[in-house]
């Protein structure tokens, strides 16, 4: 079965352009979370989603992010205006949020904002 | 608000030996803890869940113990291998499906 698939893998691009992040999760999922890692605040949750509607966009760090998944197979994570100290690791999870399961991760997006 | 720590930060450890990695965790209230291994450029695989319930899940050469109300939790792995270099985190959820607090991470390196 196909995991959590997310494009692009690496993602150089300006300060100031927008970029844009993708994500499908596990089919049958309900729950679908983007977080972002760094080595100085590890891996942090952004925003989360059930049944396609944002649940918590508390860690989401300013109007600048915004994330949407406009069905059960396809979320994306924007930012506009990229800034350098947004370059990380971007992460997408899902589960099936009832019944104990894990998240299952995708191999994440290497943002790279110069 | 919950923190969840890892301590050691880094860990080397001849073939062989079994490894013994430490979360703790500050708010006993969760509904499950997970274990994940995360490979360099990689994403995070699973590898444990506890359920708040258990006090232990066992895969292989793999346990991992749970004792909720001292805020631990303990992963053993067994007679440790080279394939098992890498960085574990622990992390715990307070309701189901429900987001995830992750401690720091472990990084392990296991000589041949």
């Known amino acids: 079965d196909a995991g959590v698939i997310q494009s692009p893998r690496h993602e150089v691009t300006e300060m100031g352009q927008e970029v844009t992040l993708r994500c499908k999760p596990i089919?049958?999922?309900?729950?679908l979370f983007w977080y972002r890692q760094t080595m100085m605040r590890g891996l942090e949750l952004l925003i989360y989603?059930?049944?396609?509607?944002?649940?918590?966009d508390s860690g989401m760090p300013e109007d600048r992010f915004s994330a949407k998944m406009p069905n059960a197979s396809f979320s994306t994570l924007k930012i506009q205006p990229s800034e350098p100290r947004d370059s990380a690791v971007y992460f997408c999870?899902?589960?099936?949020?009832?019944?104990?399961?894990?998240?299952?991760f995708g191999d994440g997006t290497r943002l790279s904002i110069l | 608000k919950q923190e969840v720590t890892q301590i050691p930060a880094a860990l080397s450890v001849p073939e062989g030996e079994n490894l013994v990695l430490n979360c703790s965790f500050t708010?006993?209230?969760?509904?499950?803890l997970q274990w994940f291994r995360q490979d360099p450029g990689k994403g995070l695989t699973s590898l444990l869940l506890?359920?708040?319930?258990?006090r232990e899940q066992t895969s292989g050469r793999l346990n991992a113990s749970l004792d909720k109300s001292s805020g631990r939790s303990t992963l053993y792995i067994a007679a440790s291998q080279p394939g098992d270099s890498a960085t574990y985190l622990c992390?715990?959820?307070?309701?189901?499906?429900?987001?995830?607090?992750f401690g720091g991470g472990t990084r392990v390196l296991v000589k041949p």
């Open positions: 999870a899902s589960t099936l949020g009832h019944h104990n399961q894990p998240q299952h």
């Open positions: 089919s049958g999922h309900d729950y």
């Open positions: 989603f059930n049944n396609n509607v944002p649940i918590d």
């Open positions: 708010d006993s209230a969760i509904y499950n």
């Open positions: 506890i359920q708040s319930s258990q």
């Open positions: 992390a715990v959820s307070e309701a189901a499906g429900n987001k995830l607090t």
